[in-house]
């Protein structure tokens, strides 16, 4: 698999001009470093970087069209003057060099970088894109067969569900497995950028049409010439914008803003939302229009809650990419994972997806059993594997229990004498009988549930279950 690093490669000699723009990096907090051509060919075979940046009174036309041949996921920038086009040469750092161009041009890098990162790690596996579905229920069974068949088409697709369910992954795998799947796929969250700056991410602007457009931009349409245009949470776009979406989606050409050139586009909308657009379209939030556009192809994602069965696949295939990435492995019990089956998933699958990730931080390489899940997770009241412990230990640890430094357990009064009886007591059987009391009080206190029970009582469960085991104690 390419690595992916964050240094800023600029090819060419170190001048005076190469070294005054790696300091300014450095004053960003950014690494960079001067690589020959030769050298920038090389480690392209290996990794992709945050940004090349082409010194061109070293490099010629025709090595940056052959880079870009070579490596056309790789973003590039221009120091100097060039007569050049490419897609993925994103602008020119102009001198003198000021801090919000420079800024500027590096978002545009990371932009760009985000829609081209799959390029290289699918590179079209159609059966790797399908594990991200995998499961045996009929909901999912029924996603898969939609996407097979809406793929080779271009009709414009609406995916619904709930957050989390993997919207995304469904439109990324009808552009992999479209005819498309050589172009950019381009998402964008039409929830997340506001509303006066969404036309602008969109369709893109020219110098000096607004305060702070310091230089021209391509929009996400341009971006995704000849590729995918993934526009999820459509139902958050402002109707203002809804408007400008629908003529694009009519008529197939745009402006950026402040320009007056018409711009052709040829890309395929897939859109998604976790919305009810049609109470939205009542409401007067949702252009019914626009609606009808979107909708040629709707694809509904079954919450995690309706399709329990795939819990267990989902959990192989999320452990799996986890330690593919290098951050370790954890299985799961029988009685964990049926567990997990019971849990309602409100964040479904990246309420999993995130679950998988913490555990895999606390239990690197460890088995994970029903006790080892957060609480709101457990719903088999089973004991934990623990290693079997002799009389003496137990009773090491009643002593502790009962004699610690701990704050008092709140357990009515008990009938055992406060002071020693002249004639003597038997210690062990009353610190037995003791130990039983407490047990079945803080048993009963809290509806026989084991765990509780023994957090009341100051002990670990595996303790508690021991105690329980020696003195012939059930919940019941």
């Known amino acids: 698999m390419m690595q992916i690093e964050q240094r800023i490669l600029i090819v060419g000699t170190p001048s005076e001009r190469v070294s005054r723009l790696c300091c300014i990096f450095e004053f960003l907090g950014e690494e960079c470093e001067i690589v020959s051509t030769e050298s920038l060919l090389t480690l392209l075979e290996q990794s992709r970087f945050r940004a090349l940046i082409m010194e061109t ?20 920038l221009l120091l100097g003057d060039i ?5 993925s040469l994103l602008g020119t750092i102009e001198e003198p060099i000021n801090y919000p161009q420079l800024t500027e041009l590096l978002h545009f890098c990371q932009v760009f970088g985000q829609a081209k990162r799959d390029y ?34 271009d009709a414009t697709v609406l995916v619904l569900g709930q957050s ?31 509303a006066e700056l969404l036309e602008s991410e969109l369709f893109g602007h020219e110098k000096g049409s607004f305060t702070g457009a310091i230089s ?11 590729g995918t245009l993934f526009l999820d949470e459509i139902g958050d776009m402002p109707l203002q914008m809804q408007v400008k979406l629908l003529r694009v989606l009519q008529e197939k050409v745009f402006e950026r803003v402040g320009g007056s050139k018409t711009i ?126 002799n009389e003496e230990q137990l009773e090491r640890d009643a002593l502790a229990s009962i004699f610690s430094d701990e704050e008092p357990v709140d357990i009515p009064e008990t009938r055992f004498p406060s002071e020693l009886p002249a004639e003597g007591v038997n210690l062990k059987d009353l610190l037995a009988e003791l130990e039983i009391d407490m047990i079945r009080q803080a048993l009963e206190l809290q509806d026989n549930v084991v765990a509780r029970a023994a957090e009341m009582l100051g002990i670990r469960r595996t303790t508690l279950v021991e105690k329980m085991r020696k003195y012939g104690l059930s919940k019941d």
């Open 57 to 76: 009174d070293h490099i010629d036309t025709d090595s940056i069209k052959n880079i870009a041949v070579i490596a056309p996921w790789q973003p590039m």
């Open 83 to 87: 007569d050049i086009s490419l897609s």
């Open 120 to 153: 290289t790690l699918t590179s079209g596996n159609q059966t790797k894109l399908f594990r991200s579905l995998v499961g045996r229920s009929e909901g999912i069974a029924k996603v898969r067969h939609l996407i097979n068949q809406v793929s080779s088409s």
């Open 164 to 194: 989390g369910t993997g919207k995304e992954v469904v439109a990324r795998n009808i552009h992999y497995l479209s005819e498309r799947r050589d172009g950019p796929f381009i998402p964008v969250n039409c929830g997340a950028i506001p």
């Open 216 to 226: 021209s931009r391509k929009g996400r349409f341009e971006l995704a010439e000849g």
């Open 264 to 389: 052709a586009t040829d890309v395929r909308i897939v859109a998604a939302t976790h919305r009810d657009l049609e109470t939205m379209i009542i409401d007067n939030l949702f252009r019914e229009d626009l609606y009808y556009r979107l909708n040629v192809f709707p694809i509904e994602m079954p919450g995690l809650s309706e399709r329990s069965e795939d819990v267990p696949l989902l959990l192989h295939e999320l452990v799996n990419r986890v330690f593919n990435e290098g951050r370790g492995k954890v299985r799961f019990t029988q009685r964990a994972i049926e567990s997990l089956k019971e849990h309602s998933w409100s964040g479904n699958v990246r309420e999993l997806s995130n679950l998988v990730e913490r555990l895999t931080i606390l239990f690197p390489g460890g088995l994970v059993d029903v006790n080892d899940l957060p609480h709101k997770y457990r719903y088999i009241d089973v004991p934990e594997y623990c290693v079997e412990v």
